[in-house]
């Protein structure tokens, strides 16, 4: 009987600490063979260009595979199936597949993807671990910061409904065998009983949790689950299938700005952190250019916390381009929110 090879899902909400989780993960590989299936949410490659720029020697570059056509839940056939069918066919194929789901995707249809007859036999749902922004979940939210929809329905008595965002939370935390309450260097004792609570309430099946800063855990405690997702389907809530919705994106959308080089990394900083409040901003990552600097600036902000760094020297024939992805509701006032970016 041939051995199925393990693959983990990594699931959670915008900016929780998915990649992070990743990067850490690969980095302390113990030479296990690890390929990487990155799904993008927006035009630029953000994630997976962050993960290439680590040099990770069990996890080279041909093994990061990265889906930017949409959001993997909706483009199984499309997409995910070809794409770990090809690399379940390589002559040499991993040990160990690592999927990162943007911050829109439902767990379930992609777990679901694994029943297909195609990889059936060749490939396993090994866990899903979900990533929580642990300071979000502490002041109620699913993200750093409160989008309109939840705005809209704090304000309004006559809503009895969810919202999207709270939806997709639930969905996510009650498809996972491992939820991983991230950013505990930015939570008190007490934050981290609120965010518990905040999980404990939304909860309706057991998964272990565990705290982490930076998403600095031990591979052994994250891969080798032998959840068997696939087979334990009826476990997962998902509350999409409940009432029977169709699951889209309709509430978001993504665009791409175009950025000039800048004389410092704190010029943008100061433009971009008012423009994100004034425009309920959930998302804005990329890379910039900055004049005198040989190495590329990496620039990731969620709600109003905004970080950068650089990661590596710009290529001799790359150019020296500086791109940001911004993704929020749908509704986006990109003319506006492009102008006061760029000044």
């Given amino acids: 009987m041939t051995t199925k090879i393990p693959a983990t899902i990594v699931t959670g909400f915008l900016g929780a600490g998915k990649t992070s989780l990743i990067q850490n993960l690969l980095c302390n590989a113990r030479g296990r063979r690890i390929a990487l299936i990155i799904n993008e949410f927006g035009e630029l490659g953000v ?41 379940l066919d390589r002559p040499n194929p991993p040990e160990h597949i690592v999927i990162e789901t943007s911050g829109l995707a439902l767990p379930k249809p992609l777990i679901r993807a694994f029943n297909w007859p195609e990889v059936r036999t060749r490939v396993t749902v090994d866990g899903v671990i979900a990533v929580v922004d642990g300071p979000a979940a502490a002041a109620g939210r699913f993200a750093d910061n409160p989008d309109a929809v939840d705005a809209q329905r704090a304000a309004d008595d006559s809503l009895d409904h969810e919202s999207p965002l709270a939806e997709l939370f639930e969905d996510q935390i009650n498809s996972a065998d491992l939820i991983i309450l991230n950013k505990n260097d930015q939570m008190s004792p007490d934050d981290r009983t609120a965010a518990r609570g905040v999980i404990d309430r939304e909860m309706k099946r057991k ?68 423009a994100i409040a004034a425009h309920d901003i959930l998302r804005v990552k990329g890379f910039l ?14 709600g109003g916390r905004v970080q950068h760094y650089y990661d590596r020297a710009w290529s001799t024939d790359e150019p020296r381009k500086g791109r940001l992805v911004v993704i929020g509701l749908k509704g986006l006032d990109r003319t506006a929110i492009e102008a006061a970016v760029k000044g």
């Fill in 47 to 87: 994630d997976g260009e962050i993960v290439k720029g680590c040099g990770i020697e069990d996890c080279p570059e041909e093994n990061i595979v990265e889906l930017a056509n949409g959001c993997i839940c909706c483009t199984v056939a499309d997409d995910f199936l070809p794409t770990i069918t090809a690399l």
């Fill in 207 to 274: 998964a272990k949790l565990i705290l982490s800063s930076f998403g600095a855990i031990d591979p052994d405690v994250l891969l080798g689950l032998g959840a068997a997702a696939e087979d334990d389907l009826d476990s997962r809530f998902s509350h999409h299938e409940l009432e029977g919705e169709d699951h889209d994106h309709d509430e978001f959308e993504s665009f791409q700005i175009d950025m000039p080089a800048l004389k410092a990394p704190e010029e943008l900083l100061e433009r971009l952190r008012p």
């Fill in 289 to 302: 250019d900055v004049a005198g600097r040989d190495m590329r600036l990496v620039l990731q902000g969620v």
